[in-house]
């Protein structure tokens, strides 16, 4: 880690109290190396990152992290607290800080030192020495992993004796594991550190395969073989799922893995205890199953069908971003009319607005194009991995031809995941193994989903999508008021969790086939999902003394955040105080959305908050209800905040030795 740390970069004795102090103290010290060309530039990405999901560990540590497009090269630096800050980890402040600073393109070669780090950060004897170290060159050489210090006994007096050829050792208990995170740069590996600090603690033998962006090596299929079990922490599909066949699996979110490794762990010996393993038990290899499918799935139908569903959503997003930011911009140059222009192929001037405006029209009518398709595949990769891309493509395709639009989408891809688990369920000859993943699983699973969409489902689905589009065409007055307040509340319950996710969905789903409803629908999530962060923000401005020190540095986050439409930039605030925060901001969402609807407002972009005020239909009045909704929630925070005693009691102890909050 030569290139990534030096002494310049190290502070043992960070005097900052709070994260973002924190980060601005390192930050500025990358500045003053050249490392960093835009200070509030980077830290507002970090702010941003940070919003997401905080970045403490046990064990007194934090490790703040982004890719900024203000860092020039990758860089690492360290500070010690005496007093300890708050970055959010369960058992309380951290005194090690390292501030990670990766370019916007960082390559896997960063990203795999990086995972080297938060590697050595679960080790006592690495963290041990920055605590005592004194020299701030001598710490960043421990932090290049220059000098790796040797852990000492606690007790030398009481050494566990050497075995002997006498002791019978129990047959330790083995778990393989998995870890994932959409960005790869640190949960990842952080996840994996923490599952082998409590698998340490535990007497078991773990090993982790780190599927972060930087790439993985596999297990080694022996080491596999002779696991007793298996944890998948991730957040992004685990690949080649159909290695670990026949194993008990432990399927949880990357989270889970770092802050419950020890449940995690439990609940692995226990599911091998009562004998259960994946749908792959039957002794069918990798060829024949695919590359994974669903083995080792977790929870009740309902979780599951949802996990499937935003499999799908999450990859049809980028087109859907894309392709309507491309079209509200064409519409912007060249008018509504634009849509209807020739062929740029056969018709493109270079010096006429027109011409450019219908190149963007027609490339983003392009990406639209693949809307329901790319949805339908991905639910059914979601449930069935590789092979079920095809049918699920082809039955995305075939709704669109019927007609069945968004919903035919949704449909197709369910169907195309469960007849690709039906077939895979199916015993075949050995010597048809190779051919099944890449043959007959997506000819058979086609010819299926095919006949049951273009003569069982698809007519009845085209009719329901066209009643839809109708309905919402038609909606005036009270009925689109209370559709926007429902959509208002969907959006600002969990702020970017499943009921979010719904009500987006819903409204990018109706941009697929655009009419005045579902631009209205469009205008009103959006403008809904703005509320949070923008309340918590002006919240913070007007009445400082309600809220922490962390919670007034978000506050400035939450101004970016809230107008480029990341609703999980209140996600901080309603983690911290949700009986007052996630009610007050639900009003405010509610107030917002009935107003888009009653005054009329549409919106063709899927994404982009105030950055595409321009493009929206009524754009003053559609400001005016985003306005509206924020003042409601700031002034519900503030009075429901300032109800609290002041100052708040010291917390008292029930008599049993349970502490109760006031």
């Known amino acids: 880690m030569s290139e990534l740390i030096t002494a310049d970069l190290v502070d043992l004795d960070l005097s900052a109290e709070t994260k973002d102090a924190a980060a601005r103290s390192l930050a500025g010290r990358m500045v003053e190396a050249g490392r960093v060309t835009d200070l509030d530039g980077f830290l507002a990405d970090v702010a941003a990152r940070e919003a997401q999901m905080p970045t403490g560990l046990d064990g007194g540590i934090g490790i703040p992290h982004c890719r900024s497009e203000h860092v020039t090269e990758p860089t690492l630096a360290f500070g010690r607290s005496a007093d300890g800050i708050d970055f959010g980890a369960p058992d309380g402040p951290a005194d090690l800080v390292f501030l990670i600073a990766a370019p916007a393109g960082a390559d896997d070669d960063h990203l795999t030192i990086l995972s080297g780090l938060a590697r050595r950060l679960m080790d006592p004897g690495f963290t041990g020495a920055l605590r005592a170290e004194a020299d701030p060159g001598a710490a960043a050489a421990l932090i290049r992993g220059e000098e790796v210090?040797?852990?000492?006994p606690e007790d030398s007096a009481t050494e566990t004796p050497e075995p002997t050829d006498t002791d019978a050792a129990p047959e330790p208990f083995r778990i393989v594991a998995v870890t994932s995170c959409p960005t790869g740069i640190a949960h990842t590996y952080m996840a994996a550190e923490s599952l082998e600090a409590a698998a340490r603690a535990e007497g078991v033998v773990l090993d982790v395969e780190t599927q972060g962006s930087a790439g993985f090596e596999r297990l080694d299929?022996?080491?596999?073989?002779?696991?007793?079990a298996v944890i998948w922490a991730h957040d992004v599909d685990v690949r080649e799922k159909a290695r670990f066949g026949g194993k008990p699996v432990v399927d949880t979110g990357v989270k889970a893995g770092i802050n419950r490794p020890a449940e995690l762990i439990a609940e692995a010996r226990r599911k091998a205890e009562r004998g259960e393993i994946s749908r792959f038990a039957d002794g069918r290899d990798e060829a024949e199953a695919g590359t994974g499918g669903s083995a080792g799935a977790s929870g009740h139908f309902g979780v599951r069908l949802r996990t499937y569903l935003m499999s799908g959503v999450s990859y049809m997003v980028p087109f859907v971003a894309a392709g309507g930011l491309l079209i509200a911009l064409s519409f912007a140059i060249g008018g509504y009319e634009i849509a209807s222009a020739k062929s740029v192929a056969d018709h493109f001037v270079w010096g006429e607005a027109a011409s450019w405006a219908a190149l963007l029209n027609q490339i983003g009518t392009a990406a639209f194009g693949f809307l329901v398709p790319v949805l339908a595949g991905y639910i059914a990769y979601g449930m069935a991995d590789r092979p079920a891309l095809v049918p699920g493509f082809v039955g995305g395709a075939i709704a669109l031809t019927i007609d069945a639009g968004f919903l035919g989408g949704l449909v197709a891809g369910l169907l195309a995941g469960a007849a690709v688990m039906a077939i895979q369920r199916v015993k075949v000859h050995p010597t048809l193994r190779g051919i099944m993943p890449v043959l007959v699983i997506p000819l058979l699973a086609s010819i299926a989903v095919g006949f049951?969409?273009?003569?069982?489902?698809?007519?009845?689905?085209?009719?329901?999508?066209?009643?839809?589009?109708?309905?919402?065409?038609?909606?005036?007055?009270?009925?689109?008021?209370i559709l926007g307040v429902v959509l208002g509340l969907m959006?600002?319950?969990?702020m970017g969790g499943p009921l979010n996710k719904v009500a987006y969905a819903f409204a990018v789903g109706g941009l697929a086939d655009p009419t005045p409803g579902s631009l209205k629908v469009m205008a009103a999530v959006m403008a809904a999902g703005m509320v949070p962060p923008l309340a918590l923000a002006l919240a913070t401005t007007v009445r400082r003394g309600l809220f922490t020190a962390t919670e007034r540095e978000n506050g400035r986050a939450a101004w970016v955040l809230g107008a480029s439409f990341i609703t999980e930039g209140a996600i901080p605030f309603?983690?911290?105080?949700?009986?007052?925060?996630?009610?007050?901001v639900m009003a405010g969402g509610a107030v917002t959305g009935a107003l888009s609807m009653a005054f009329g407002c549409t919106l063709r972009a899927p994404h982009g908050g105030v950055f595409v005020v321009p493009l929206i239909g009524e754009p003053f009045l559609y400001l005016l209800a985003i306005a509206a909704g924020t003042a409601v929630s700031t002034a519900l925070v503030v009075v429901l905040k300032g109800m609290r005693r002041t100052p708040a009691p010291a917390p008292a102890e029930d008599g049993s030795g349970v502490t109760v909050a006031a």
Do not use: E
């Not at 049951?452 to 008021?481: E, H, R």
């Not at 959006?491 to 969990?494: A, E, K, L, P, T």
């Open 149 to 152: 210090p040797a852990a000492a």
């Open 221 to 228: 299929p022996a080491v596999i073989a002779a696991a007793d």
């Open 452 to 481: 049951l969409m273009f003569i069982v489902v698809g007519k009845p689905i085209a009719s329901l999508q066209n009643a839809l589009t109708d309905w919402l065409n038609g909606l005036s007055g009270s009925n689109a008021v």
């Open 491 to 494: 959006m600002c319950f969990d």
């Open 574 to 584: 309603a983690a911290a105080d949700p009986l007052r925060v996630i009610p007050s």
